[in-house]
C-alpha cells in the first residue's frame, strides 16, 4: 500500500481560540478514529488558525480522508493533494 500526503482544510469556527484541553479532546477524538481506519490513513501534525485548521496527513486515497472526516465529525473542506516539499535546505541541493 502506497500512501500519499495531503494538506486538508477544515472549516471550524473558532478553533483558534479553543484552549489546551479543547484541543487535546479534538485530538483524541481524530485519533479514535484514526485508529479504525489504521493503516490507510496517518495524521502527521496540523497548524490552527482563527476559524481553520490546516492538517497534514498520509493517506491512499482522498476517500479514506473523507471517511476519517465522516467518523471523527471534523469537516473535510478542502483536500489537496501535496506533490512536493521545499524548506530552506532545498537553496543549498
Not at 53 to 60: G, H, M, N, Q, W
Request: glycine letters at 6%; a negative charge.
Amino acid at each position: 500500500m502506497s500512501l500519499k500526503r495531503f494538506m486538508i482544510e477544515r472549516d471550524i469556527p473558532s478553533v483558534g481560540s479553543l484552549d489546551r484541553g479543547e484541543l487535546k479532546g479534538a485530538a483524541a477524538t481524530s485519533n479514535e478514529a484514526l485508529a479504525q481506519l489504521a493503516p490507510k490513513v496517518q495524521w502527521e501534525h496540523s497548524y490552527v488558525a482563527d476559524n481553520k485548521t490546516f492538517c497534514v496527513y498520509l493517506a491512499e486515497s482522498e476517500d479514506a480522508i473523507r471517511k476519517h472526516a465522516e467518523i471523527s465529525g471534523f469537516p473535510a473542506s478542502k483536500i489537496t493533494p501535496i506533490g512536493k516539499i521545499i524548506d530552506p535546505t532545498t537553496a543549498s541541493g
